[in-house]
């Protein structure tokens, strides 16, 4: 019996690593925060912990865990644990993604330092260690920037500075630690998605983005829809994320979720890229679009197992992910029970039909502060259509009939609607 140790930082609902690892001959041995332990209970190896993102006895136990099980492999798929895991793969001498790669996958000055001078036209950009460093790369680049942490996900913490007294505004808040400024670059934001599997990238394909990544913070939604091959920006971008792939040290088993813009200028700019499967919704979009789990793909990479992949097939769906607003939620529609299942008879708003899957995170009765980040969402659907257009349409339509069934009141009030 083989084991390989998980940093399960999903719930079970999204990650069933048991059923996908059946019949492989390998056992998974769980790390997972707190409030997702119980839906990982019925398994053997299951360790929890509070405040997991910067709780180090999830360290001090990988370790121990993976020296007791002698594991064979370690699986990491969220942005936090990525450095953990390629840490501990270095120290026991376990293939994989080891520091270096990781650091340069998530530290966002590392990764354009790999970058800069390189085929995929990189933003200007510095280290941001100081008021200082932010007034003299204002003062040689001009307005607006983008301040963002060197090594969060989500765009969690972006500000972008128009002006003086957006920078004076920044620069009186708290100091947020290093971080990175870079020149803003505008126009039309895509990703890229795919997987790396022996070293080769068996999987590829570019997406737009609906609204933008920063819409949470307007608490509006965000959606994601594949292009087509016909699609003008199709090959560019495949071929800037493969080239973004070769420039960095990519470890030959990852998934990755990279981002682009396209200006109105035309040129195609680099925005980040990370090693590991894009959030929200990307996922659960992917396998109803081309059939394939790159999750799942991606641990049997990761553990050495034959891939369950064959010939893809195609078609059209998206993903929309909705960020909650600040209050109170009073009443959520029909739609699930928070583990992508759809259930028509919860209340008398019928879930529109384009709908294939949902995933809501929150209860009514539970109170709000608004969009935190662009991967945490109050509800997430994964919707389809004849058509690119059709989703796109279909998109819109899931978004206006969420906001026209959801009902919020002041967190200081007992009743009315925000």
Known sequence: MRHVLVFAKTPYAKTPYDQWLAGSGTVPVIVTPAEYAAGYSHLPHVHAFPAYDTN?????????????????????????????????????GLP?????????????????????????DVPAYRRLDS???????????????????????????????????????????????????????????????????????????PFRYLNDCLSFRDDDWVANLPLTPQDPSYDRLVKA??????????????????????????????CEIASRTGGGMISAMVRHAFGIDLDKEWLYAECGLPSTLGALSYRPAGALC??????????????????GARDEAEDSAELPS?????????????????????????????VDGDTEEDVAANLERVAGWFSDNTRWRPADSSGGTA
């Open 56 to 92: 180090q006895l999830v360290e001090k136990t990988a370790l121990r865990l993976a020296r007791e099980f002698a594991v064979e492999a370690v699986f990491a798929r969220a942005e936090a644990d990525i450095v953990r895991a390629a840490q501990l793969r270095e120290l026991l």
């Open 96 to 120: 994989g993604q080891h520091t270096a790669s990781a650091v340069a996958f998530r530290d966002k000055v590392v990764m354009k330092d790999h970058l800069a001078g390189g085929p995929v």
């Open 131 to 205: 008021a200082y460093t932010a007034l003299a790369f204002v003062a040689e680049h001009g307005y607006p920037v983008v301040v963002k942490p060197v090594s969060e996900s989500g765009s969690l913490g972006a500000a972008v500075i128009r002006d003086e007294a957006d920078l004076d505004a920044y620069l009186a808040g708290p100091w947020r630690g290093t971080s990175e400024i870079e020149a803003f670059v505008p126009g039309q934001m895509y990703h890229v998605d795919g997987l790396v599997a022996g070293g080769e990238v068996v999987f590829v394909h």
């Open 241 to 270: 994320a493969r080239a973004v792939l070769a420039e960095l040290p990519t470890p030959p088993q990852t998934a990755f979720h990279a981002e682009f813009w396209i200006t109105p200028d035309d040129r195609l700019v680099f």
């Open 322 to 339: 909705i960020p909650p607003r600040s209050g109170v939620l009073e009443r959520l529609p029909a739609g699930g029970d928070g583990t």
């Open 354 to 382: 384009c709908v294939r899957e949902v995933t809501l995170t929150g209860v009514a009765g539970q109170e709000f502060h608004g969009g935190v980040k662009s991967g945490l969402f109050l509800a997430g659907y994964v």
